[in-house]
């Protein structure tokens, strides 16, 4: 996340530490910073249910995305891999290296932190611990690094989004994010699907999730192609909301690039 801040604002951004993806959304909602950047989904190990959950009652927008590639180091005090008794990291990170981790550190108990920062911390601390986290950790940390790309995929790569509180007018090439829930009937989806396909706007991604409230209920999380001030998207949206039993706009928003 901290990679994604420099990529989205440059070396002269004041990046704010906070210890939680909810605590990001905490520190937008009450103004305290301009903008917070988190992980939305990752090509690996799909969505990232913490923020998927905390976007429905956020009161801040979507303003940008952010692509990186993301690669893996096991950081240690100890150049040593048999010293290692545990491995720390986020639970996506862990998920990520599942393959590199069975397969060379069999037996090591594997553990979820809130995050790979507080991993390399705690690595810091405990001689035959060892965390998954970033190069640039293991310098903050003066951690070694006992192997480096231990992602399990080689184009291993993370989607981050910008939230704030101002909307991003159009770029010419832009996104726009909502979520909803439908009626168990049949064609509600179809509906849905529908009313932009008729419309030529493109769904570049829909992730579905099981709703807090009511089981076997589910929110559905859309990205389409487009900005919501362009004449046709604003109508899809509005005959989606129409047909939707909840409906979220969360931004619109310019289309990163990967590099």
Known sequence: THSAVLKQF??????????????VFKVVDTQQVDY????????????????????????????GEVELPIHHCLLGQSNNLQSITKVLAHPQALGQCRTWLRNNLPGVRLEAVDSNALAAKMAQEQADVAA??????????????????IEDAQNNTTKFWVIGRHAPTPS??????????????????LR????????????TRIVSRP???QKWDYM????????????????????????????????????????
Do not use: W
């Open 36 to 63: 917070g950047v988190v992980p939305l989904e990752n090509s690996t190990e799909g969505a990232v249910t913490t923020t998927q959950d905390c976007l429905i009652s956020t009161q801040a927008t979507v303003t």
């Open 220 to 259: 559905f999380y859309i990205d389409i192609t487009g900005h919501q001030q362009e004449s046709a998207v604003a109508e899809a949206l509005a005959e989606v909301q129409s047909n939707a039993r909840f409906f979220k706009l969360l931004g619109s928003y310019p289309v990163s690039p990967l590099n």
């Open 132 to 149: 998954i986290a970033s190069e640039q950790a293991a310098s903050l940390y003066q951690l070694h690094i006992l192997k480096s790309h």
């Open 10 to 23: 440059g070396s002269f951004a004041q990046p704010v530490p906070v210890s939680t993806i909810e605590d």
């Open 211 to 213: 709703a807090s409230d």
């Open 172 to 189: 010419g090439e832009d996104k726009t994010a909502l979520i909803l829930s439908l009626a168990n009937e049949a064609g509600a989806l």
């Open 192 to 203: 849905i699907l529908d009313s932009f396909a008729k419309r030529n706007i493109s769904m």
